[in-house]
């Protein structure tokens, strides 16, 4: 059974019915000043602390990201400065997820691509 849509997943209809609002009215940047950041602001902060009941964490633990390369970038360049190396050993390979990523990781890595 293959379980991956690669990038075409279809939007649940209930996750588009709790989105609705905030692409038709309550649009603002939840990071800005501006009052029309109030609602989305308080709808990301809603959103992230359920998620963080769901999975145990804290809601400052959940970070939402725009993309799966987003989401493997961050967690590669978390796991680069957790290391406290400069240029710590990074194992991958030439099949990661995107091809910026593989890139990273030799970039940030003690080690170079092969040719």
Do not use: K
């Not at 849509?5 to 501006?34: E, K, Q, Y």
């Not at 390369?69 to 030439?94: F, K």
Request: charged share 15%; aromatic share 6%; with cysteine.
């Amino acid at each position: 059974m293959y379980l991956d849509h690669n990038a075409t997943t279809p939007v649940d209809p209930r996750v588009a019915d709790a989105m609705l609002p905030h692409l038709t009215d309550f649009f603002g940047i939840p990071s800005s000043s501006h009052p029309y950041a109030q609602a989305p602001r308080r709808a990301l902060d809603e959103a992230r602390a359920q998620v963080a009941d769901l999975i145990g964490a804290r809601a400052g633990e959940v970070v939402f990201t725009a993309s799966g390369s987003e989401a493997d970038l961050l967690a590669l360049r978390g796991a680069v400065l957790a290391s406290g190396r400069p240029r710590p050993h990074v194992i991958t390979q030439v099949t990661e997820h995107t091809p910026p990523c593989w890139r990273h990781a030799v970039h940030w890595s003690a080690f170079t691509a092969p040719g």
